[in-house]
């Protein structure tokens, strides 16, 4: 078996310098790492993950937290999480936070068998985001946040998104307008929320406390909450859904009701998850930079790894634009 010893002599180098180059330390020259590169290749050597991990207490492997896979935004999140961490030449151990899930996800934190953890979801109620910061493991929050827990996040300007499909309602002459809300535990429900309706509020619209439907992230109850405000006397000429999901949920309530999208009522979602663009959705949405997202989560937690006492950083990516397609049919003024 070819050892590090084995790989330090025929590179004419040390050992110590044959595991910076395993780690990718900076401090080793670009000349060394190619030669010790070269030595690796040709030897066919391959590192003991275990003795590894004993020697560096580190396991190169990095938890994702998910909690509702169903909804078509997290696979997006998590593939791109997957390639980045790939990239830095870490594993995946994917989590689902419900149930047994959330057990599982606990214990392994716990066993310290992984590096650290991302969090594509997160409540006020995340047992196993308290018990990582609770462990001092590496944490980084995508998507969501949850206030008072002091780690690295990254996150989109869900507020000015709210805003935006604010303007362009209002920018239709949309004076009835209806909102189907998300999960009021989570900080991208908040701030969505807030933004439409301190939007509309400038542009001298009133969303009515009937024309708000709670949908809390789920398709079912999103469905329900549609039928809802299609079925009241004066219903809303203009919907907007907290996310994609919901969004797919008013699309089809208004078809099971004989509602047309966009002549009697416009819909509009938040994501632009790729399948808004599908023909049998067509959804104008609010875009969030999802590959640029999983990439600040990476960047952010291999920095978290490396230097653990630095202090927690926020990113707030911009970009955030509305894409207009057939459920509402008219472009921005």
């Known amino acids: 078996m070819v050892t590090s010893r084995d790989i330090a002599r025929a590179a004419g180098v040390s050992q110590t310098t044959v595991s910076r180059v395993l780690h990718d330390n900076p401090k080793v020259r670009d000349e060394t790492r190619e030669r010790v590169w070269r030595v690796l ?42 390639a980045g961490l790939a990239a830095a030449d870490r594993r995946v151990m994917l989590w689902n936070s419900r149930e047994a899930g959330e057990y599982g996800a606990i214990e392994a934190i716990r066993q310290r068998l992984v590096d650290g953890v991302v969090f594509t979801t997160a ?58 809300a998300g999960l009021q535990q989570a900080s991208t429900a908040v701030e969505r929320e807030a933004g439409f309706r301190e939007g509309l509020e400038a542009r001298g619209v009133e969303l009515e406390d009937g024309l708000r439907q709670p949908g809390d992230y789920s398709y079912g109850r999103s469905y329900e909450a549609m039928r809802r405000l299609l079925m009241l006397p004066d219903p809303p000429t203009a919907v907007f859904c907290a996310n994609d999901l919901m969004a797919f949920a008013a699309l089809n309530a208004s078809r099971a009701v004989g509602a047309r999208v966009p002549d009697d009522v416009w819909i509009v979602g938040f994501d632009d998850i790729g399948m808004a663009s599908w023909e049998a959705f067509d959804l104008t949405t609010v875009r969030q930079p999802i590959p640029e997202m999983a990439q600040g989560a990476v960047d952010l937690l291999m920095r978290r790894i490396d230097d653990p006492e630095r202090p927690p950083e926020h990113r707030r990516l911009g970009g955030s634009e509305v894409v207009v397609r057939g459920s509402t049919g008219c472009r921005k003024s």
């Not at 492997?61 to 935004?73: C, Q, R, S, Y």
């Not at 001092?136 to 507020?159: F, K, Q, W």
């Open 41 to 82: 290749r040709e030897m066919n050597y391959s590192p003991d993950g275990l003795a590894r991990a004993m020697v560096t207490r580190r396991t190169g492997t990095i938890g994702v937290v998910v909690e509702d896979i169903a909804n078509p935004f997290y696979p997006e999140i998590v593939e791109a999480l997957c």
């Open 123 to 180: 409540t006020p109620k995340s047992a196993v985001l308290y018990e990582a910061v609770h462990q001092g493991s590496p944490v980084v929050l995508v998507n969501r946040y949850v206030e008072g827990i002091e780690c690295d996040r990254v996150t989109t300007d869900n507020y000015r998104g709210g805003r935006l499909i604010a303007d362009y309602f209002a920018d239709w002459d949309h004076t009835r307008v209806g909102f189907i």
